[in-house]
């Protein structure tokens, strides 16, 4: 037998002896690994079952009605372009952009010089007139004089009166006054500036406890709104609705948009700037019962709107489902659900972001909230 005939039978008993050894720890490792999972499994049977702590709030009927939104623009009771009737030079001003001014103030005085001389010189007229007047009343007393004569004393002691009331209310209209309580405008007048007839001297919105709000909504929607119907208007910075009363609906509907404008009626202590935009909630159709729940029991993703409601199980213990909702508006820190909820189920609330189905749940001690209400 050769060396080579003699080598080969070694190599495969070589050959098994490695894939043996491989397979032994493979077995081996295997094994291990079962036996840890094992162990795993045996520790977390041992466990106690992790409970979530959430806020538990009581769902509560709250009355609602459907509505529209529409943008508003905010009006102020009385609003004028500041004019100037005659020409003239300015005098004094008393223009100040945001200063509140009374009615009757003087706000920009033109130069009035010429018709104070006009007005002594026809304050002696006047005394000539009426100084003739009665020497001829007294001739003709005696009939000394005619009396066209004391007519035409008397028509001229006139035509002297009205030429001073003409130039006194020269002197008036060169007199811009607040025709109201009102706030001043952005002006750009000075002392010395030549104004023509007409000239824009600055804007007066008035200031009172009321403004007015336009806004436009459907012709059907329109014809449910009658004098006195509640709407809400929602500004910015405002933490709740403000409530106003409709005064009017415009009798025209616009032939391009089928629209129609409403005007209502706001009053308060914090009430938002002339000229701003608000959005107005409309009332539509009637009023139904919704499902107030806190703002933070419900939860918005990819498959809608839900929230997490919390029942007891056949062993008492609390436990999260996930449940679909309908929701409508929020007002404040309350949320509206229109369909999915109904009263006094138990929400999750503080906390419900971290739920999942299924999930052992307990309520934070003193912690139990409710959403009431009526709208």
């Known amino acids: 037998m050769s060396s080579h005939d003699r080598t080969t039978p070694r190599r495969w008993i070589g050959s098994i002896a490695l894939i043996g050894a491989v397979f032994a720890a493979a077995v081996l490792l295997v094994a291990w690994k079962l036996n840890a999972i094992n162990a795993t499994e045996r520790a977390l049977a041992n ?3 992790p409970v979530e702590l959430v806020t538990v709030a009581t769902a509560r009927g709250r009355e609602h009605r459907e509505t529209t939104v529409s943008v ?17 030079t300015v005098r004094d001003v008393s223009l100040t952009p945001g200063q509140i001014v ?6 920009v005085a033109l130069d009035v010089s010429v018709e104070h001389a006009e007005l002594e010189a026809q304050g002696a007229e006047t ?5 003739t007047l009665r020497r001829l009343e007294r001739l ?9 004569e004391v007519d035409q004393a008397r028509a001229r002691l006139d035509v002297a009166r009205a030429h001073i009331e003409r130039t006194r209310a020269i002197i008036a209209k060169k007199t811009v006054r607040a025709p109201f309580r009102a706030r001043v405008g ?11 007839e007409g000239t824009v001297l600055t804007t007066l919105q008035g200031v009172s406890g009321a403004v007015h709000v336009d806004f436009t909504v459907s012709q059907s929607v329109a014809t449910t709104l009658a004098k006195g119907v509640a709407v809400d208007v929602v500004t910015p910075d405002a933490d709740e609705p403000l409530t106003a009363t409709v005064l009017a609906t415009d009798s025209r509907v616009d032939p391009a948009t089928r629209n129609a404008t409403v005007r209502a009626r706001l009053a308060g202590p914090d009430l938002p700037t002339p000229g701003s935009s608000v959005r107005v909630l409309v009332p539509v159709g009637p009023p139904s019962t919704a499902v107030a729940v806190p703002i933070s029991a419900l939860r918005k993703g990819p498959e809608g709107d839900h929230v997490w409601v919390v029942a007891a199980d056949s062993a008492g213990a609390l436990r999260a ?18 369909s999915g909820l109904s009263t006094e189920e138990q929400v999750a609330a503080s906390g419900s972001f971290k739920l999942r189905e299924g999930v052992r749940v ?13 709208r």
């Open 72 to 88: 508003g623009t905010v009006l102020a009771l009385r609003s004028v372009t500041l004019r100037n009737e005659l020409a003239g």
């Open 321 to 338: 489902h996930r449940r679909a909702v309908r929701s409508g508006p929020a007002l404040g820190d309350t949320a509206l659900i229109l």
């Open 140 to 148: 003709r007393q005696h009939q000394a004089t005619s009396q066209e």
């Open 127 to 131: 005394q000539l007139a009426e100084t």
């Open 362 to 374: 307990e309520a934070a001690a003193g912690a139990t909230a409710s959403a009431t209400g009526t």
């Open 186 to 196: 952005i002006a750009d007048v000075h002392p010395g500036q030549y104004l023509n």
């Open 102 to 107: 009374e009615t009757g103030t003087v706000l």
């Open 47 to 49: 466990q106690p079952e």
